[in-house]
């Protein structure tokens, strides 16, 4: 039998439209800052309409045929998170790009995969936009993948690695990760080289990332290792309206 699928808002209510997903005027948000040359925070960009405006979006999603599920790696393992992938399908067995996902249970055939809704995508182009403006490092995003991963509170989290399953040439020219955060509150880190590697002296580099952020690395630091240290849970805005866990969406171009 297939899993249980994970449903993002099982509760009743009005749900948020999708004209509110946006960014927040910037008089609203906290600040913006410049982490390191290619990598840009852009604190409290999403206003807590916007995040349940992503969420409901996310939500419909999430319970459809394509909907998430928790990968399995090349070792047999399982990842601490639920993945659902938007655009095309990103196998974490084979580390590839396809047209089509896994159907859900045992001998389920192949489904397609959900393209990215205009109104996510023009969210990403403009937060990448302020971005390039703090940071002129950091190219222009292009039309690509999302990967919306689910972070369950005290077990989620993803450790150090690169995100370089994408093309040659998008690598080379730097493309940019657009990274929202909406949820509980996650410790994230970037390092230049892995911290883990016997010669590595590399410190790594820790931020909060908070429900509505959002952070973009690209340009020179396209290839930074990073990871999701832990998720804190029942850190979140009050109004949210997602069960418990940390919802990101991960985007760039393949």
Known sequence: ????????????????????????PASARARTCVLRQGVVHLKGALSIEAQNAVVALCRDLGVGPAGFARPQTGEGGRMRLQMMCLGRHWDARTQRYSDRCPGRGPGAAPVDVPPIPPELWALVESAAQEAIEADASIPAVAPGICLANFYAPATGGLGYHQDKSESPASLARGAPVVSISIGDSADFAICDEHPDASASLARPQRVRLDSGDVLIFGGPARLVYHAVLKVHGG?????????????????RET
């Open 235 to 251: 850190r979140r805005p009050a109004g949210l309206r997602m069960i418990p866990g940390r919802l990101n969406l991960t985007f």
């Open 1 to 24: 039998a297939a899993p249980p699928q994970l449903d993002l808002w099982p509760g009743e209510g009005a749900r948020a439209p999708r004209s509110l997903v946006a960014l927040a």
